[in-house]
Nanobody, 111 residues
Framework: QVQLVESGGDTVQAGGSLRLSCVASGSIFSISAVEWHRRAPGKFRELVARIGSSGSTKYADSVKGRFTISRDNAKNTVYLQMNSLTPEDTAVYFC?????WGQGTQVTVFS
């Protein structure tokens, strides 16, 4: 059974950077696409970035050029490198794979 655990969330000043990690259990990681989503206070959940099993990537317009998604299949881990953070990036960030969701990690950006 797949389980996902996110980490790396923190409180940072605007302009700062964070790297989130999503570690997956199970043997199907390398053949699975993984997505990062976020839910900001009072807003709907939105897709932030996606990485396919081949390494192809897709980003929300709001994070293009600032966020980078990557994967390390040897570690069953997907990363989300977030640079030039703004208060609008404040949210709980979740990773998901094959319909399974992690518990989320809080990112707070203050100006």
């Amino acid at each position: 059974q797949v389980q996902l655990v996110e980490s790396g969330g923190d409180t940072v000043q605007a302009g700062g950077s964070l790297r989130l990690s999503c570690v997956a259990s199970g043997s199907i990681f390398s053949i699975s696409a993984v997505e990062w989503h976020r839910r900001a206070p009072g807003k709907f959940r939105e897709l932030v970035a996606r990485i396919g099993s081949s390494g192809s990537t897709k980003y929300a317009d709001s994070v293009k050029g600032r966020f980078t998604i990557s994967r390390d299949n040897a570690k069953n881990t997907v990363y989300l490198q977030m640079n030039s953070l703004t208060p609008e990036d404040t949210a709980v960030y979740f990773c998901t794979m094959r319909g399974v969701w992690g518990q989320g990690t809080q990112v707070t950006v203050f100006s």
